[in-house]
C-alpha cells in the first residue's frame, strides 16, 4: 500500500456492516491504495503523513460497495419486451430474439448494465451470461472488456444450456449447445478470464443456467468441472410454481432434490430467486451453505412470488440482492432493491417484522459478498480489506429530514451517489460515471437495441 497515496474521507455517518454492524454518527476512513487503512469516530487522527487527498463528506452516509449477486446483462437490449408474461411465456417469447445477439451487441449491453449499476453504487457486479449463438464472437470477453474498461469488479457465471425444446426444454433448438462443447467453452473461460489473486478484478463461475434448460448430465459434469478448476457454481433454482411442476414431472423430485442429487448443493453454490422452497429446502441450503440471489423486483415483475428471505435468514443461509435480467427489471438497478427487498418481505407472513432496514443494507453488501465468497475482502468496512465503498447524499430534498440515515438510504427515495470506489479509485463523482461516457453508452445501446429488434424481425 502506498503512503503517498492516502486519501481521507470524513465528517460522514459511516455504516460499517461488519459482524458487530457497527455505526459512527460522524466518523473517518483512510484509503491507502487499494485497502481501507483505517476508519473510526470523528475526524482522521492528526499527523497522517502522504494525504494526496481529502474530501469533506459532511451530509453523506458511507457504505460498502453494492454487491450484485444475479444479473443477465444481454437483457439490457431487450428491456420493455413481454411486460404482462410469467416466467415460461417470458422466456418462449425472449428465447428467439435472444438467440440473434452477437459480440457488438453484448459488449454494448454490458456496458450499459454496468454503468446503470455503477452510478448506483454498485462496485461488484455479477452477469449469469448462457447464450452463445455459433458464429457469434467472444461474447464472455466483451463482458469481461466492459467491466474492465469501467472500473468495476466482475464475477462472469459462465452459463449453457443444452436442453432445448426437442429435448422438453424450453429453449429453441438453435439456442443452444452441446454439452461437450457447453463444458469446453467454460473450462477456457475460467482459465482465461478467472484470477486468483488476493484482490481479484474478474472472476469465474460455472453456471448451468437453469433446470429446464440444462441437461441432468451438463448439471453433474458442471459441478465437476467446477470443483476440479477451483471455482465457484451458480444457477437458476425454485424459481417459479412451473418449475417445480416441471421438476416434479421430469425428474420425480422437487427442485432442492434435484439439485441435490446432481452435486448442487454446497458452499462454493449460489442460486437465483429461490421463491418456492418448504421448509425442508431451506433446511437443505442451511446445512450445506448453499446461497441465495434474492431478486424481488423480478420476482414481481414476473409475478413469481415472494420468497422467505426472513426464514432463510434465520436458518443461516448466505443471502445476498440481485438485479436479475434488465429484460424483468427494467431498471437495472441495485440500490432501489434494497428498499424493494424490504417492502416485498414485509407482505409475507411476518409482515413488519419481515426485514429492517439494515437488514435490507446488510443483504445489498456483505450478504452479497458472502455469497461470491468474497466476503473476507469486500462487504463491509473494515481495516485491511478492499476499498470498495459509496459515498450517499443524504442532505437533500429526497432526503434531510430523516434523521437515520441508514432509514433515509433504505426506505427513502434512491439516493444520489457524491462518490464511488473501488479498489481505491473513484470511478463515480456526483451521479456520473468518471470511466465511461454515459451519453455514448444510451446512443450505442439504443441503436444496438434497434438492430437486434430488425433481425428478430420486430422492427
Known amino acids: 500500500m502506498a503512503a503517498d497515496r492516502r486519501t481521507v474521507i470524513e465528517n460522514c455517518a459511516i455504516a460499517t456492516v461488519d459482524a458487530a454492524d457497527t455505526e459512527y454518527t460522524t466518523g473517518h476512513l483512510v484509503l491507502a491504495g487499494d485497502r481501507i487503512e483505517s476508519l473510526g ?23 460498502p460497495g453494492l454487491v450484485n449477486t444475479h444479473h443477465h446483462f444481454y437483457q439490457w437490449l431487450t428491456r420493455g419486451l413481454a411486460t ?56 464472455s470477453g466483451a463482458i469481461v472488456t466492459a467491466a474492465r474498461d469501467m472500473g468495476v469488479r466482475l464475477t462472469l457465471a459462465r452459463g449453457s444450456m443444452d436442453r432445448s425444446e426437442k429435448d422438453g426444454g424450453l429453449p429453441p433448438d438453435f439456442a443452444v449447445e452441446t454439452l461437450d462443447d457447453a463444458l469446453a467453452a467454460t473450462e477456457e473461460t475460467v482459465r482465461r478470464h478467472h484470477d486468483t489473486a488476493p484482490g481479484a478484478m474478474t472472476q469465474v463461475a460455472v453456471a448451468p443456467c437453469s433446470p429446464f434448460s440444462v441437461s441432468t448430465e451438463l448439471m ?21 410454481v412451473e418449475e417445480e411442476k416441471f421438476c416434479h414431472e421430469l425428474f420425480g423430485m422437487g427442485p432442492t432434490d434435484y439439485f441435490e442429487s446432481t452435486g448442487w448443493l454446497g458452499d462454493d453454490v ?61 431498471s437495472g438497478e441495485l440500490h432501489t432493491e434494497l428498499r424493494n427487498a424490504l417492502l416485498v418481505n414485509r407482505l409475507g407472513p ?28 469486500i462487504g463491509s468496512l473494515e481495516p485491511g480489506k478492499l476499498a470498495d465503498l459509496v459515498l450517499w447524499r443524504m442532505d437533500t430534498l429526497a432526503h434531510a429530514s430523516v434523521a437515520d440515515p441508514v432509514t433515509a438510504l433504505v ?34 445501446t439504443g441503436a444496438e437495441a434497434r438492430r437486434l429488434a430488425r433481425m428478430a424481425g420486430h422492427a
Open 270 to 330: 449460489w442460486m437465483a430467486h429461490c421463491v418456492h422452497m418448504n421448509d425442508s429446502d431451506i433446511a437443505a441450503f442451511a446445512r450445506t451453505g448453499t446461497g441465495v440471489a434474492h431478486c424481488p423486483s423480478s420476482n414481481a415483475r414476473l409475478a413469481a412470488g415472494i420468497a422467505r428471505v426472513p426464514d432463510m435468514l434465520a436458518a443461516g443461509v448466505p443471502v445476498g440482492l440481485g438485479v436479475d435480467g434488465t429484460a424483468s427489471n427494467e
Open 41 to 63: 469516530p470523528g475526524p482522521a487522527p492528526e499527523g497522517l503523513e502522504h494525504v494526496a487527498r481529502r474530501i469533506d463528506a459532511t451530509g453523506h452516509l458511507m457504505t
Open 84 to 139: 404482462d408474461h410469467n416466467l415460461f411465456d417470458w422466456l418462449v417469447v425472449l428465447y428467439p430474439t435472444w438467440a440473434r445477439i452477437d459480440e457488438a451487441m453484448v459488449h454494448a449491453a454490458a456496458q450499459g448494465s454496468l454503468a446503470m449499476m455503477a452510478r448506483g453504487g454498485v462496485t461488484t457486479a455479477m452477469d449469469h451470461h448462457y447464450v452463445y449463438p455459433r458464429g457469434s464472437g467472444d461474447l
Open 350 to 377: 411476518h409482515r413488519e417484522k419481515a426485514l429492517t432496514a439494515r437488514q435490507a443494507l446488510r443483504l445489498g453488501t456483505h450478504g452479497g459478498a458472502r455469497v461470491l465468497g468474497r466476503a473476507d475482502e
Open 220 to 240: 453433474r459434469q458442471g459441478a465437476e468441472l467446477a470443483r476440479r478448476l477451483g471455482v465457484r457454481l451458480h444457477t437458476h433454482g425454485s424459481e417459479t
Open 411 to 444: 426506505f427513502g427515495a434512491a439516493a444520489p451517489v457524491t462518490a464511488s470506489f473501488v479498489n481505491g479509485r473513484q470511478i463515480v463523482e456526483n451521479n456520473r460515471l468518471l470511466t465511461a461516457d454515459e451519453d455514448a453508452i444510451a446512443r450505442t
